[in-house]
C-alpha cells in the first residue's frame, strides 16, 4: 500500500502568498547585509551614531502615527468579512484622506524645525529625513492597500525590485556622500513604491474631510495611536539615553547590535504580514479555535528558529567582524549579546495582532505593557548611572530586562482574554 501524502496545501493562495512573502524578503536578505556592511564601513562607529539620531525621524512614520493604517487593515477587513463592501470603500475614503493630512503636517513641522539647528549638516539631514518620512508615508497608503487586497505578489515582487536597486546605489555612492546616501536612498525607495503601487492597485478613492468623521474615527484609531507611541518610546528612549549617558559612539555599536537583529526580526517576521488580515477576516466570522491553531503553531516556530539563531550568529560575529569590519572589532561582545533579544521580539508577534483585533479590543493594555518596558528602562538607567556604573555593557543587560517586561506579558493576556473565554468554549 503506497503511503498517501496530501500536497493539497501547496495549491492554497494563503500558502502561495506566504511563500512569496517570505521569497521576496529571503532574496533581500543578503542584499541588506552587503547593505548594511558597506554603511557600517564607510561611516564607522560614530557617524553610525549620528546616523540612528537622525533616523528617528524617519521612525515616526511608524511610531508617531495617528494609527490610521491599521485601523484601515482591521476595519476594512472586518467589512470585508462580514461583505460590506460599500463600507469599505467609506472607510477607505476617510481614513486616507486623513493620512495624507498628517503627513504634509510632519513635512512642514520638519522644515520648520531646521531653523532651529545651528548645523548645518545636522539641517540637511533633518530635511532629508522630514521629506524621506512624508514619501514613506504616502507609499504606506498604498502599501496599506495591497496588503487588504491581500495582493501579496505585487507588494512582493516591488519591493524585492526597488529594494536591490536602493541598495546597490547606496553602495555606489556611501563612500562619497556617507550618510547622505543612506537619507536619499530612502527617497528614492518610496518614490519608486509609490509609481509602481499606484498604476498596479487598484481601488476607488476619493478625498474626504469631515470633522464629524474624524470625531467618529479617532476612537477607534487613538487606542492604535497609544501602541504606536508606547512600541516607540522604547526605540527612542534607548538612543536618547545612549547619546545622554554614553555618547555617540556608544549609540553607534548599539545601533549595528540592532541593525543585526533586526535583519533577521524583519526575516522571521515576514510571514505575519500574510497571516495579520486572514485573522482579521477569521475572528469576524469566528473561526476561533481556527486562530489559536495559527498563533500557537506559528508563533512555536519563530521562537524554535529564533532560539536556533543566537549561537549560529554568535561564532558568524566573533569571526567575521574582526576580517571585514576592523573598524568595530571592540564591539564584538556587545552584539553578541544583543542577539538574546531576538526571541523577545518574536514572543508576542502573534499574540499581540488577537489584542488588536476588533474583537478583543485591548490597544490600551498592550500600550500600558510596553510603556511599562521602557518606563523600567529609564527607571534602571537612571538609577545605575547615578552611581557613575553605567556603562555600554550595563546598558545591555538592562535592555534585555526591559524588553522582557516589554514583550512577555502580551502572552499571558492573550492566554487570559482570548484563550480562556474564546477557544475553550468553541472547542
Not at 476594512?76 to 503627513?103: M, P, T
Not at 469631515?210 to 474615527?217: R, T
Not at 497571516?275 to 486562530?291: H, M, P
Amino acid at each position: 500500500m503506497k503511503p498517501n501524502f496530501n500536497f493539497s496545501f501547496i495549491k492554497k493562495r494563503r500558502f502561495k502568498d506566504f511563500l512569496l512573502t517570505t521569497g521576496s524578503t529571503l532574496i533581500l536578505y543578503p542584499i541588506r547585509l552587503v547593505r548594511s556592511y558597506f554603511v557600517a564601513k564607510y561611516l564607522g562607529p560614530a557617524d553610525y551614531g549620528l546616523l540612528q539620531s537622525i533616523d528617528l525621524i524617519q521612525k515616526l512614520n511608524k511610531y508617531g502615527s495617528l494609527g490610521l493604517k491599521p485601523v484601515a487593515q482591521r476595519e476594512i477587513g472586518h467589512a470585508i468579512g462580514k461583505e460590506d463592501y460599500e463600507q469599505a470603500d467609506y472607510l477607505r475614503n476617510v481614513i486616507y484622506s486623513f493620512e495624507i493630512i498628517l503627513s504634509l503636517l510632519l513635512l512642514i513641522i520638519g522644515c520648520i524645525s531646521i531653523l532651529f539647528i545651528t548645523s548645518s549638516q545636522v539641517s540637511i539631514l533633518v530635511l532629508i529625513a522630514s521629506t524621506g518620512l512624508f514619501l514613506t508615508k504616502i507609499n504606506g497608503i498604498f502599501s496599506t492597500e495591497g496588503i487588504i487586497q491581500k495582493n501579496y505578489k505585487l507588494l512582493a515582487y516591488s519591493s524585492m525590485i526597488i529594494g536591490i536597486i536602493t541598495a546597490i546605489l547606496v553602495i555606489i555612492f556611501v563612500p562619497y556622500l556617507k550618510i547622505y546616501a543612506v537619507l536619499l536612498s530612502g527617497i528614492i525607495d518610496s518614490i519608486s513604491s509609490i509609481l509602481i503601487l499606484k498604476k498596479t492597485v487598484k481601488f476607488q478613492y476619493k478625498f474626504l474631510f469631515n470633522i464629524k468623521e474624524l470625531k467618529k474615527i479617532l476612537p477607534i484609531s487613538l487606542p492604535f495611536v497609544f501602541i504606536n507611541l508606547s512600541n516607540g518610546s522604547l526605540v527612542y528612549a534607548e538612543r536618547i539615553l545612549l547619546l545622554k549617558f554614553i555618547g555617540s559612539v556608544a549609540l553607534g555599536f548599539y545601533g549595528f547590535g540592532t541593525m543585526v537583529v533586526s535583519n533577521i526580526v524583519i526575516l522571521l517576521k515576514s510571514a505575519i504580514k500574510v497571516r495579520k488580515q486572514d485573522l482579521y477576516e477569521f475572528l469576524a466570522k469566528k473561526k476561533y479555535v481556527g486562530v489559536h491553531k495559527i498563533v500557537l503553531k506559528e508563533t512555536g516556530l519563530l521562537l524554535l528558529v529564533s532560539f536556533a539563531a543566537i549561537p549560529l550568529f554568535w561564532f558568524v560575529l566573533e569571526y567575521l567582524i574582526p576580517l571585514i569590519l576592523p573598524k568595530w572589532h571592540d564591539g564584538i561582545s556587545y552584539f553578541q549579546i544583543i542577539l538574546f533579544t531576538l526571541p523577545l521580539q518574536l514572543a508576542d508577534n502573534y499574540a499581540v495582532a488577537i489584542l488588536n483585533s476588533k474583537l478583543i479590543n485591548k490597544q490600551v493594555l498592550v500600550s500600558a505593557v510596553r510603556l511599562s518596558g521602557t518606563l523600567s528602562l529609564l527607571i534602571l538607567c537612571f538609577l545605575v548611572n547615578y552611581y557613575s556604573l553605567l556603562t555600554l555593557s550595563k546598558f545591555i543587560y538592562i535592555a534585555i530586562i526591559s524588553y522582557s517586561i516589554f514583550y512577555l506579558p502580551i502572552i499571558s493576556f492573550y492566554y487570559t482574554l482570548f484563550y480562556k473565554k474564546y477557544v475553550i468554549k468553541n472547542q
